[in-house]
């Protein structure tokens, strides 16, 4: 079954930017629009990047999203201390089925 | 307000069967591609299955996980989109989640508070 690749943490003083990358193959991201998701702990996630680099309303601008050929990548810039999260890549794989990313753990030292 | 309500959770035994439902409102349902999503007690997210809206063909899609044991379907006159989980094992003890369609290119997304579904003997 097809796999998103994520690291598993990532970390960043504040005000500084960080980038989350998400690896993936030709029948979902390089075939696919991703969409990013922030979960806090204890709560349902929440969108923050949809189509690739499309952000819903009351995403702040710090977020942003891209993607090439089979990769994708989530910055955040001027890293906050309630950007302390996990956060999943997400996209439709073409054997028929969505897929989440495995995961990162964002830690604000 | 939009508002998915999910009920049915518990505990059950490995083989059992569980339904899920989801209650859904302060949006226009009938015209929704709705998904199910789980993540098991300290794990990630995964993705189990969505139903497109009727005028879409109604056709509905699963993980390779939950093909043949889990059933997705929809009442749109009651607004309301179900989970019948049969042949249940341990390894799907976890939080599912009501949601729109989280690999959606639209980014109309909103998500239930979830319900925890513990299959233990």
């Known amino acids: 079954q097809s796999v998103l690749t994520q690291p598993p943490s990532a970390s960043g003083t504040p005000g500084q930017r960080v980038t989350i990358s998400c690896s993936g193959s030709?029948?979902?991201?390089?075939?696919?629009?991703v969409n990013w998701y922030q979960q806090l702990p204890g709560t349902a996630p929440k969108l923050l990047i949809y189509?690739?680099?499309q952000r819903p309303s009351g995403v702040p601008d710090r977020f942003s999203g891209s993607k090439s050929g089979t990769s994708a990548s989530l910055a955040i810039s001027g890293l906050q201390s309630e950007d302390e999260a996990d956060y999943y890549c997400?996209?439709?794989?073409?054997?028929?089925?969505?897929?989440f990313g495995t995961g990162t753990k964002v830690t604000v030292l | 307000e939009v508002q998915l309500v999910e009920s049915g959770g518990g505990l059950v035994k490995p083989g059992g069967s569980l339904r899920l439902s989801c209650a859904a409102s302060?949006?226009?349902?009938?015209?929704?591609?709705m998904s199910w999503v789980r993540q098991a007690p300290g794990k990630g997210l995964e993705w189990v299955g969505r139903?497109?809206?009727?005028?879409?063909?109604?056709?509905?899609d699963y993980a390779a996980s939950v093909k043949g044991r889990f059933i997705i379907s929809r009442d749109d006159s009651e607004n309301t989109l179900y989970l019948q989980m049969n042949s249940l094992k341990t390894e799907d003890t976890a939080v599912y989640y009501c949601?729109?369609?989280?690999?959606?290119?639209?980014?109309?997304?909103?998500w239930g508070q979830g319900t925890l579904v513990t299959v233990s003997s």
């Open positions: 949601t729109t369609d989280p690999v959606g290119i639209s980014g109309f997304d909103y």
């Open positions: 302060g949006f226009t349902f009938i015209k929704a591609w």
């Open positions: 139903i497109k809206s009727k005028t879409d063909g109604g056709t509905t």
């Open positions: 030709s029948s979902n991201i390089g075939s696919n629009t």
């Open positions: 189509s690739n680099n």
């Open positions: 997400a996209a439709w794989d073409d054997s028929l089925n969505g897929i």
